[in-house]
């Protein structure tokens, strides 16, 4: 915790498997909400793991996959935009390397968003 700027975090486990987290600040607190959710349940028997936890975001070479787009196929926002990073500049690029778009399509849109965004900033 760090009292005097009001931040708070919490870890809850049963065991070695985490039940619960709360994050506590007086503004939004820089968590990757996706990745916690995937963290419930699982076996968190060392204590980095556990740091984790508490920091809101993988250690390591732990991959943050972002906020699901496809939810086919898990693809997360941040996977995507290191597609785009690596040079996947069309949605089937997208597609071909991580799998995202190619069942139902209703994330199309988002990734085109993504990507078309990843261009701006590259202009920028």
Do not use: K, M
Request: hydrophobic residues 45%; charged residues 20%.
């Amino acid at each position: 915790h760090d009292a005097a700027g009001g931040h708070y975090r919490f870890a809850r486990f049963a065991g070695s498997r985490l039940v619960g987290a709360l994050y506590l600040a007086p503004g939004p607190v820089a968590v990757s909400r996706s990745w916690v959710a995937e963290q419930l349940g699982a076996d968190h028997a060392d204590r980095r793991g556990r740091l984790a936890i508490v920091a809101g975001r993988p250690g390591g070479n732990h991959i943050d996959r972002g906020a699901v787009v496809c939810s086919c196929f898990g693809v997360g926002a941040n996977q995507i935009a290191e597609a785009v990073r690596g040079g996947c500049a069309s949605v089937a690029a997208i597609g071909a390397a991580l799998g995202a778009g190619t069942n139902c399509g209703s994330c199309r849109a988002e990734i085109r968003t993504i990507i078309d965004a990843r261009r701006l900033q590259a202009a920028e």
